[in-house]
């Protein structure tokens, strides 16, 4: 019943930069800690950032100083501010929040659809 809806993938230049968004919809009592992963064919879903509800944040050590995690509570959405982007970086980008509900009442996993990002050179 929870449903993450991303947006802002696209293709974009080494150098440039991409905003990711990450909108939970539904009966929401409160949306936890949310985050992105990212995966590339043939290699392990990877975290990328996380950030709690309180703000917190947590990075990749590949994307440190370059990305930043954001998030507005009232609207239960996450963004993802992807700058200085490198070929490296391409890949399907997944967001995710635990999320409580009234079946759920301490929160449960949901994730996006995923969105494409790709870096050229």
């Known amino acids: 019943q929870v449903q993450l809806v991303e947006s802002g993938g696209g293709l974009v230049q080494a150098g440039g930069s991409l905003r990711l968004s990450c909108a939970a919809s539904?009966?929401?009592?409160?949306?936890?800690?949310m985050g992105w992963y990212r995966q590339v064919p043939g290699k392990q879903r990877e975290l990328v950032a996380e950030?709690?509800?309180?703000?917190?944040?947590n990075y990749a050590s590949s994307v440190k100083g370059r990305f930043t995690s954001s998030r507005d509570n009232a609207k239960n959405t996450v963004y993802l501010q992807m700058n200085s982007l490198k070929p490296e970086d391409t890949a399907v980008y997944y967001c995710?929040?635990?999320?409580?509900?009234?079946?759920?009442?301490?929160?449960?996993?949901?994730w996006g659809q995923g969105t494409q990002v790709t870096v050229s050179s």
């Open positions: 995710y929040a635990n999320v409580a509900t009234i079946g759920f009442p301490y929160g449960n996993d949901y």
């Open positions: 539904g009966v929401i009592s409160r949306t936890n800690t």
């Open positions: 950030i709690t509800s309180a703000g917190s944040t």
